[in-house]
């Protein structure tokens, strides 16, 4: 990276972190903004897709988030965001306001329905993408039907292809399974299913606690949505993973920031924590994979959008400006 490209990424960065004499961070979106609709747009099966926008601006800047989350989950890092220019975020199908798709719901499905909802909302590239998680799945896959039109790509603490798989080769059988995930989405999908009038058993309390606010309670009722789930996470690393494989080079020349969460920013994984090192490494080569990647460590959990929402938007700013310049 250049100086002057150093010099940019490091004030679009404090620009959206609200540093002394610059642009104050905006508040995070209130969590009655997700008890209705952004823009309910319909798929070409009739299906209607939610769509979240915030902000004016090109390129937009697409949020995709993780396994089990809807655009809820981007409430503090969107707006800042939007402060430089246009940000969607939306709900997968079968989350949030979302209609529940056909099944399997696959990487490919999941990025056909959010090709079809932009082209359906009206909105054009060019696109920066950032996926959060098994996004960084969907983002790719996405990109792949629009590679023309994605003009950067930001992965935060992205899950990579085959990784269970890549785990158990690094530490032996259970490494990074899905098997708990799994068994609860299983359980709250007979327990919705199973429901009557009764909303006080144990496992369905589980899976809808009254504490969510009352939209989320009520699709947490829904069997469609622990369907969706399940299917989700039995395509992951096996479908999704085989679809983000046939993808090949088309990706390498988009410009791709991978941020990884660590104990500290910029620090390297020590040998007392084997987990890490190869979870940077598996990052590593994510960001070797494009021309220009670039790999960041950054103190965060892995829920690095509600940690450092800064720095999540900051990495996506220093793309749009960086397509702008070009």
Not at 150 to 161: A, K, M, P, R
Not at 164 to 179: H, I, N
Not at 219 to 229: D, F, G, K, M, S
Request: aromatic fraction near 6%.
């Amino acid at each position: 990276m250049t100086l002057a490209a150093l010099l940019l990424g490091i004030a679009v960065i404090l620009a959206a972190s609200g540093a002394p004499g610059l642009i104050q961070p905006p508040a995070p979106l209130s969590r009655d903004t997700y008890e209705r609709p952004g823009q309910m747009v319909v798929l070409p099966d009739h299906r209607r897709l939610n769509i979240r926008c915030l902000g004016h601006g090109s390129p937009t800047v697409i949020l995709e988030s993780g396994f089990g989350a809807s655009s809820q989950g981007w409430g503090t890092t969107q707006p800042r965001i939007a402060t430089q220019t246009r940000t969607c975020a939306y709900d997968r199908a079968g989350y949030g306001f979302s209609d529940p798709g056909p099944m399997p719901r696959d990487g490919a499905a999941i990025a056909r329905d959010l090709d079809y909802g932009l082209k359906a909302a009206g909105i054009s590239g060019p696109f920066v993408i950032v996926g959060h998680s098994a996004g960084g799945l969907y983002a790719r896959l996405f990109a792949a039907r629009r590679p023309k039109d994605v003009v950067g790509l930001v992965f935060v603490d992205s899950s990579v292809e085959h990784q269970v798989q890549r785990l158990e080769a690094a530490f032996g059988p259970g490494a990074g399974s899905l098997d708990g995930l799994e068994r609860r989405a299983l359980t709250c999908l007979r327990a919705t299913s199973a429901r009557k009038t009764a909303v006080d058993e144990p496992e369905l309390l589980a899976c809808a606690p009254p504490s969510t606010d009352a939209h989320t309670h009520e699709i947490n009722l829904r069997p469609a949505t622990w369907q969706t789930r399940l299917s989700e996470l039995e395509s992951l690393f096996t479908s999704t993973s085989d679809e983000v494989d046939r993808v090949g080079a088309l990706l390498k020349d988009v410009p791709a920031i991978v941020l990884t969460a660590g104990k500290a920013d910029g620090a390297a994984a020590g040998a007392d924590d084997p987990g890490a090192v190869v979870w940077r490494q598996f990052h590593h080569e994510l960001a070797a994979g494009f021309l220009h990647g670039d790999q960041r460590v950054v103190k965060s959990s892995h829920l690095m959008m509600n940690d450092r929402p800064e720095v999540v938007a900051g990495a996506a700013l220093e793309l749009v400006q960086a397509a702008r310049k070009r």
